[in-house]
Nanobody
């Protein structure tokens, strides 16, 4: 299983970025997949995810209305469109995946995930 993120960078507050995650080695359409972020010394937190069982999408409250998660199954690619970025969004952003048939019904919990990419840094300056 491989997950490779890209698209991070340094931007000013209010600007946008689009993250991509290319996946391989598993049934992308059937897995729960999501974006998480982490800053040093803090736990990895869910940003947005898609349930493989029913396609339901979840967002953390602080990004609702600003971020959009989408997937392109034909390309095994997950995206995160981030608009109106805020300095509090600065973090390493990771994509992850797990098989929901093996347990774990809520895709915003990092503890459910078996596979992770290496992450891409997002830095937002005020």
């Amino acid at each position: 299983v491989y997950l490779v993120e890209s698209g991070g960078g340094s931007v000013q507050a209010g600007e946008s970025l689009r993250l991509s995650c290319v996946a391989s080695g598993f049934n992308f359409a059937r897995y729960d997949i999501g974006w998480f972020r982490q800053v040093p010394g803090k736990e990895r937190q869910g940003v947005a995810c898609i349930s493989g069982n029913d396609g339901r999408i979840w967002y953390r409250d602080s990004v609702k209305g600003r971020f959009t998660i989408t997937s392109e199954n034909a390309k095994n690619t997950l995206y995160l469109q981030m608009t109106n970025l805020d300095p509090d969004d600065s973090a390493v952003h990771f994509c992850g995946a797990y098989d929901p048939t093996l347990g774990g019904s809520y895709c915003m919990l990092s503890s459910n995930y078996d596979y992770w990419g290496r992450g891409t840094q997002v830095t937002v300056s005020s």
